[in-house]
Each structure stands twice: as structure tokens, then as C-alpha cells.
């Protein structure tokens, strides 16, 4: 039986006196008491709860809402946003603006209000956002507002009992090594929360800030071409008003709304997970989109920084995959690109797991194309390393950023209303999304991709999985000889590329999971050879499947 010792009992002593929330501290107190009365099972969620401090990973601090240093809670908000001010500071941004925003997940009322405290405390000209706002309105309003940082109270798809802390920088852009390690060290060198002084001198923003946010999205269209009908959700987060209102400012007014995910409910009680990626988290949007003989059906995820695809197909309704969205828009964007911008060596970016298509899209219209690091902070830096001439970016976890000058991450909403504007433009010349690909696939080839993930209980088990392969790398998939490359010390991830093949496998940096991001290339001879190639394709990926979960599980 697991029995509670006396560092462990003294440690849970320690973070309970520095607790400034009773709320919390009853809750832990109530784990400690169980733990001491001989419970094998409250002694190991102790150790858990206090195994922490939680860690920057892909896109800040994320973690389940409960007591303790490994979770969410006002004591872990409290000290992390004092070794922020700290940090700012330090470099030189002390009073400067800094946005505070959030969403409607258990607990992003009281950690909002926590951050902005500390800050105001710290010297700082805070700005919070009036209500819960989708994290893209945040992402504009550092860059609007010139601040120095911004914070946003969200766990974006993560289950319902998470929550989490995501920082933007000056140019309204996610933080970067070294600058992580460096607001962890700053994190650990503050005081304990009871001690860190907070203060209400701080500025409730009105709407001016998402009304001018809504402008900018409304402007994005390209073509002239408004007739189209769209079925949309907001899986129970913040986005369904937004959304609604920057596809009616700019001229898509037939918009139906999943009535029972509209609005935000942080239990998220009609999906298992709120994300449009998982399967089934969508099912009541295509439902709607055939019901309603819609010509498009767009998902957000809660924060809305994510945008999910449907369109009609001979058998039905499917979304569409990341890759096909991103590489649906990116085409989109270079071939409507006005002049000046097309003089200006213009550039579009994708992370090293998403499809190799978008680089030939590019080299067509003569645009740079670069392959960056898995996530939105390297995207939006791509090429020098400042995301110079960027018009363009995808991840095929279904972030998109399609006005970089103005919102320098992932936008759901902007993106959403691109995708009208694409669909609006092929449907008045009798195309759908679906032709617009098989054109692409005719042009540069067939590219298909999917993703595996394995979910872990015991963190211990991605990293035994990842040695594992480092110690014996494959060197064959599915009758293909592959090369085998480790990334690290860049990036804890591997790739295996053989001809026509690319296997990439690496830790999620916001999930307890393991993931595998295939890849299938073939060229298409002729167009009439395109349904062949596919299929033939399509064989190959699923031989590819089932040899690397084989290989992971």
C-alpha cells in the first residue's frame, strides 16, 4: 500500500499556508486528510497534484482546474503572472500595456481577474476584455493596442476539466525559447501567492476593441460572390456570436447556428471532447448542415482559434482535413493576392507534420514556402525568423492563419470567413471545395495525410515509446525503405522519409498523447488517372496506418 510521507505531507503543509484561495485550500485539505487516514489512492493524487509546477509547452500552461502546483488554480495564476511582471520588467516593458482575456471554462473568471490584479499591482497598464472573447480577439488587441504582452485565460480544446495560460508578446505572437525557460525561472523565483500584492486598478476594455476586430475579418474576402448557405457551431464556446457576426459583416447572412452548442457551456455536456478533430464532436454540425441544404458547415473549437471544414459530398457530409483546408486556403490566398503584396517576395508557412503540398502550391505562384517547428509560435516567425512577407500559414491541427498582419496566430473566425468567400466564389461558377482539391491534386500531385494518437494515463510511457524508437528506428513502412532523423536537440521529434513516404512522430506539447502524422504522395499522369492515383494512394496510407499504431501501441 502506498503510505504518505513526511515530504510529501510537509509539501502539501507548505503550498495550503500559501494558498490564498479557501476555496482551493479546502479542496486540497479534504485530498491530505483522506491521504493521512490511510487512502492508497488520495496519497498517489496527492503526489500528483503536488508533482508540478506546471510548464510552457506548445502554447503556454495547461492543466486540469484543481489544487495544487501541477494544476490550475489562483495560486499557480497568482505566482505565474507575478514572475511574468517580473520578467517583463526586467526587459525593460515595466508599465507598459499589457490585454488580459479570457473564456468561459471553469475558473477563467477568477484567473483573469487574478492576472490583471497582479499586473495592475506590478505597474502595468492592464486591459482586460469585457467578457469571454475568442482568443484571436486577444491575439489583435496586443498588436492594436502596442502592448507589451497579453494574456488569455483558455484551455482552447482541451477536456472540461482543464484550463490554461497563454501568453502573447509584444508583436502578438506566442513566446519562444529562450524567453519560456526564462518566465519559468522568473516563475519560480516569486513569492508565494498569498504574498504577491494585487491590486483593482485596471481598465474594463468596451466592445471597440471586437468591433474593430470584426471590421478586419468582414474586409478579408476576396471575390465579390455572396450567396451561399452555412451551417455552423461553436462546440459550447465563445465563438458563436463573434462568428456570426463577422460572416454578416461581410455579406454571408444565411448562417444556421447549432442551437444546442451555441452558447458556452465550460461542461461541454454534447461531446466527449471539445475538439473539431475528435470523432463524433461534430456530428450534430453535419446533421444541421444537411438539414438545412447548406453549401458549407464550419466548426470553432471553445476559443475559436481553430476552424474546422464540412462540405457535401455524393455520399453525404464529411469534414474536411486539416491539410485540404490549409492547403484550399493557402491556394486561395496566393492566387488572390493584390499586386503590391506579390512584389514583396511574399511567403507561406506550414509545421513539418502538415502536408509537403502547400511548397509546390507555392513555388507555382512563385511564393516562398517554409516547413517550420510543429506550432503557431514558430509559424508565425517563419523564413528570418520574424515572419517577414508572411501572407499565409497552416497547421493541419486545423489552425489557420490567413491575415498575419493583423492576428499573428490561429484564428478560427477570420479563417471561417475566408472559407465562405472560397466556397461563394466556386459555387457561382458551379465548383465546390472538392473540385478546387481534385484541381490541386491534378497540378501537383495527390498528397494524403492522417493522423494517429495514442493517449497516455502515465506521462512515463511517451518518453519509454520515444527511446524505444530511438534505440531500434524502423527502416521500412509499408514496403517503403525510410531514413530515420532525430530533430532533437530542436525538437523532441522523429522522421522517417522514404519516396513518396514521410512518417513523423513526437510528443503533443498541450495533451497526454503520442502522435504519428503520415503522409502519402503520388503523382497524377493525367486528370482521368486522378480516382486510380487516389485509390492506390489511399491503399498505401492505410498499410502505413496500421504498421505505425502496431509500431506505437
Not at 514572475?83 to 471554462?105: F, I, K, M, P, S
Not at 457551431?233 to 454578416?248: R, W
Not at 463524433?280 to 441544404?293: F, I, R
Not at 453525404?316 to 492547403?327: A, F, K, N, S, Y
Request: include cysteine.
Amino acid at each position: 500500500m502506498t503510505r504518505l510521507g513526511p515530504d510529501l505531507r510537509d509539501r502539501a503543509y507548505r503550498w495550503l499556508a500559501d494558498d490564498p484561495d479557501p476555496d482551493s485550500k479546502l479542496e486540497l485539505q479534504r485530498v491530505l486528510a483522506s491521504a493521512m487516514g490511510g487512502s492508497a489512492e488520495a496519497v498517489d493524487e496527492l503526489a500528483d497534484r503536488l508533482s508540478g509546477p506546471l510548464t510552457f509547452g506548445t502554447a503556454g500552461l495547461r492543466g486540469p482546474v484543481r489544487a495544487g502546483p501541477n494544476g490550475m488554480n489562483r495560486a499557480v495564476v497568482i505566482r505565474t503572472t507575478a514572475g511574468l511582471a517580473a520578467w517583463l520588467t526586467a526587459g525593460g516593458h515595466g508599465g507598459g500595456v499589457v490585454v488580459v482575456g479570457r473564456d468561459a471554462r471553469h475558473g477563467s473568471e477568477a484567473f483573469c481577474a487574478d492576472t490583471a490584479g497582479v499586473l495592475a499591482a506590478a505597474g502595468f497598464d492592464v486591459r482586460v476584455l469585457p467578457q469571454p472573447l475568442p482568443t484571436p480577439v486577444l491575439a489583435y488587441a496586443v498588436r492594436s493596442l502596442g502592448a507589451v504582452a497579453g494574456v488569455q485565460i483558455t484551455a482552447s480544446h482541451n477536456p472540461p476539466a482543464d484550463n490554461g495560460y497563454k501568453l502573447y508578446l509584444d508583436a502578438g505572437a506566442q513566446l519562444v525559447p529562450p524567453a519560456d525557460r526564462e518566465v519559468e525561472a522568473a516563475i519560480a523565483a516569486a513569492p508565494a501567492a498569498v504574498s504577491v500584492p494585487r491590486s483593482p486598478d485596471w481598465t474594463s476594455l468596451g466592445d471597440e476593441v471586437l468591433e474593430s476586430y470584426l471590421d478586419r475579418a468582414a474586409a478579408l474576402p476576396r471575390g465579390t460572390a455572396r450567396e451561399l448557405r452555412v451551417a455552423a457551431t461553436a462546440l459550447h464556446g465563445v465563438g458563436a456570436g463573434p462568428l456570426a457576426l463577422a460572416l454578416n459583416r461581410a455579406g454571408f447572412v444565411d448562417v444556421s447556428v447549432v442551437a444546442e452548442q451555441a452558447r458556452p457551456d465550460p461542461d461541454f455536456p454534447t461531446v466527449g471532447f471539445p475538439n473539431p478533430e475528435e470523432p463524433g464532436a461534430t456530428d450534430l454540425l453535419l446533421a444541421k448542415a444537411a438539414e438545412v441544404g447548406a453549401d458549407l458547415a464550419i466548426a470553432l473549437d471553445p476559443d475559436a482559434d481553430r476552424c474546422a471544414v464540412g462540405v457535401p459530398t455524393p455520399d453525404g457530409w464529411r469534414m474536411l482535413t486539416g491539410d485540404e483546408t490549409g492547403v484550399l486556403l493557402g491556394s486561395h490566398v496566393l492566387a488572390t493576392l493584390p499586386p503590391e503584396a506579390r512584389a514583396a517576395d511574399p511567403l507561406v508557412a506550414t509545421t513539418i507534420v502538415s502536408s509537403s503540398q502547400l511548397a509546390s502550391i507555392a513555388a507555382a505562384h512563385g511564393a516562398r514556402h517554409d516547413a517550420t517547428l510543429t506550432g503557431f509560435k514558430w509559424l508565425v516567425r517563419a523564413g528570418d525568423g520574424h515572419g517577414t512577407g508572411l501572407v499565409f500559414a497552416y497547421e493541419e491541427a486545423l489552425g489557420l492563419c490567413v491575415d498575419p498582419d493583423t492576428v499573428r496566430d490561429k484564428d478560427g473566425i477570420s479563417a471561417a470567413v475566408l472559407a465562405c468567400d472560397l466556397t461563394a466564389t466556386l459555387r457561382a461558377a458551379g465548383r465546390t471545395p472538392l473540385d478546387a482539391l481534385d484541381d490541386l491534386a491534378v497540378a501537383h500531385g495527390v498528397h494524403l495525410t492522417r493522423q494517429l494518437s495514442v493517449r497516455v494515463t502515465d506521462l512515463n510511457r511517451i518518453a519509454e515509446l520515444m527511446a524505444s524508437l530511438r534505440a531500434t528506428p524502423p527502416t521500412a513502412f509499408a514496403g517503403t525503405p525510410v531514413t530515420a532523423e532525430d530533430l532533437r536537440p530542436r525538437a523532441d521529434v522523429l522522421r522517417y522519409t522514404g519516396p513518396g513516404t514521410r512518417v513523423i512522430v513526437r510528443p503533443s506539447g498541450t495533451e497526454p498523447k503520442i502522435k504519428a502524422y503520415l503522409e502519402v504522395v503520388a503523382p497524377v499522369p493525367s486528370p482521368d488517372a486522378l480516382p486510380d492515383t487516389r485509390a492506390s494512394a489511399t491503399r498505401t496510407l492505410d498499410a502505413l496506418a496500421a504498421e505505425v499504431s502496431a509500431l506505437l501501441a
